[in-house]
């Protein structure tokens, strides 16, 4: 149990198109999904806390209108890189957080390159 | 000071021997802590959660709690060479669901 998937796993794409990553929790509900990034030789940083059926909620210096999060329904959050750069290249990684408990549960990430 | 901090590692264990890594968290009103497992280039991994003080045993891995010292710890009993990975420390903050994560300890279990 606990299954959250992403898609794509990878993606190149040129600087100044968008790009979205889709996050899934296969086999429970998550009224709580998060974003994290992580550059090379780095800890996770999180970017985005996300809820179901409400706006999601930014970290300090991460820019809501460049990278757009919606979470539609309990089993499905989006997140979508708008215009992007090469500095946006980074591994992308959501993950969810069952309705019941406390864990969070993570995607296998989405690698992204701007070239 | 880093809400969590871990020992900073790299840490490098013969196959067979325990690997202990060390976490510290700085916010008192912690409830809920976890260590992930992270391959390189891969994702967390959940390996172990604990909410009580005390030890929490799951097959080889072991974790400890003392809500006093604001500590958690892992161990790694009979390392294996499939153990080599970075080990991440996280907490949730109070009164959310965020976790909060230590800069993670890379072990090596050499053969």
């Known amino acids: 149990g606990a299954v959250v998937s992403q898609h794509p796993s990878w993606v190149i794409c040129k600087s100044g198109t968008s790009v979205k990553i889709e996050c899934r929790s296969l086999d429970f509900q998550a009224t709580t999904m998060f974003w994290y990034r992580q550059f090379p030789k780095q800890s996770l940083m999180l970017m985005a806390t996300s809820n179901e059926g409400s706006k999601a909620t930014y970290e300090q210096g991460v820019e809501k209108d460049k990278f757009l999060i919606n979470h539609a329904s309990l089993t499905l959050s989006t997140l979508t890189v708008t215009s992007a750069h090469p500095e946006d290249s980074s591994f992308y990684i959501c993950?969810?957080?069952?309705?019941?408990?406390?864990?969070?549960?993570f995607g296998p990430g989405t690698r992204l390159t701007v070239l | 000071q880093k809400e969590v901090e871990q020992n900073s590692g790299p840490l490098s264990v013969p196959e067979g021997a325990i690997a202990s890594l060390n976490c510290t968290y700085s916010?008192?009103?912690?409830?809920?802590f976890f260590w992930y497992r992270q391959y390189s280039g891969k994702s967390p991994e959940l390996i172990m959660s604990?909410?009580?003080?005390g030890d929490k045993e799951d097959g080889r891995f072991t974790a400890q709690l003392n809500k006093a010292s604001q500590y958690v710890s892992l161990l790694i009993r009979d390392s294996q060479p499939s153990d080599s990975a970075t080990y991440l420390c996280?907490?949730?903050?109070?009164?959310?669901?965020?976790?909060?994560f230590g800069a993670g300890t890379t072990v090596t279990v050499r053969a």
């Open positions: 916010d008192r009103g912690s409830q809920s």
């Open positions: 604990i909410y009580s003080n």
């Open positions: 993950s969810a957080r069952d309705m019941t408990g406390n864990e969070q549960f």
């Open positions: 996280a907490v949730n903050l109070p009164l959310d669901y965020k976790l909060s």
